[in-house]
């Protein structure tokens, strides 16, 4: 018994790894369940059984990637190296989750599956706003980010800044680079934050990252 429901355990999140790796390349809605079957190995009936659908198998995918962003961002508090550590470990983690991702996939997202949607929102209000409200505010008490600014409303701008960044009519996928756009409008805000002494030590620590300035 105890095999048979590890098996399936094991099937499930090999489901899931494959449907995630192919909405990443390709997009929702070109991902077909036949296309995962295959990909993972299995019937598609076991992926039915498992599911029921495919916009569950989306919802669970996209909510399991969302619990791992969160757990993953909130870790980079309480670190060493205070603010500009966290500053340089949001700049990767950024550019690890756009560097393969199809540009279209939150579009889609938002246009097809309104309950991960849903998700998306409540994940930015309860996690995302919340971790760039504390992470201002830890900024500003390390003197490396200005004492004037409001944190609630440059977190409010900062998702508005994400927002508008998987919108294909602002940012066309055909004219422009997603991960070009991620960390344009990263740096525009970072720099908009940091005071002169937080500068020096971002630009100095960022040298020893291998990562673009």
């Not at 790796?21 to 076991?46: L, N, Q, W």
């Not at 996209?62 to 961002?73: H, Y």
Request: a negative charge; proline letters at 3%; one cysteine or more.
């Amino acid at each position: 018994m105890q095999f048979k429901i590890k098996l399936q355990l094991e099937t499930r999140e090999k489901i899931i790894e494959v449907t995630t790796e192919r909405i990443a390349k390709f997009g929702v809605r070109s991902v077909t369940m036949d296309d995962i079957a295959r990909a993972a190995g299995v019937s598609k009936k076991t992926i039915y059984q498992e599911f029921g659908d495919k916009e569950q198998l989306v919802y669970d995918v996209f909510t399991a990637e969302l619990d791992r962003d969160a757990e993953i961002v909130e870790g980079f508090f309480g670190q060493p190296g205070g603010v500009i550590s966290h500053l340089i470990k949001l700049s990767k983690f950024i550019r690890d989750t756009f560097t393969n991702m199809h540009p279209m996939v939150l579009n889609e997202i938002q246009r097809y599956y309104p309950r991960c949607w849903q998700q998306f929102e409540k994940f930015k209000e309860e996690h995302a706003l919340s971790s760039i409200v504390k992470l201002l505010e830890n900024g500003k008490e390390e003197g490396l980010f200005r004492k004037e600014i409001d944190s609630e409303i440059l977190g409010q701008l900062r998702m508005e800044q994400i927002g508008i960044s998987f919108d294909p009519q602002i940012f066309p996928p055909d004219k422009f680079n997603m991960l070009d756009v991620q960390m344009q409008l990263f740096d525009l805000f970072l720099y908009g934050i940091l005071t002169q002494k937080g500068i020096k030590i971002y630009q100095e620590k960022m040298k020893h990252q291998d990562l673009e300035l």
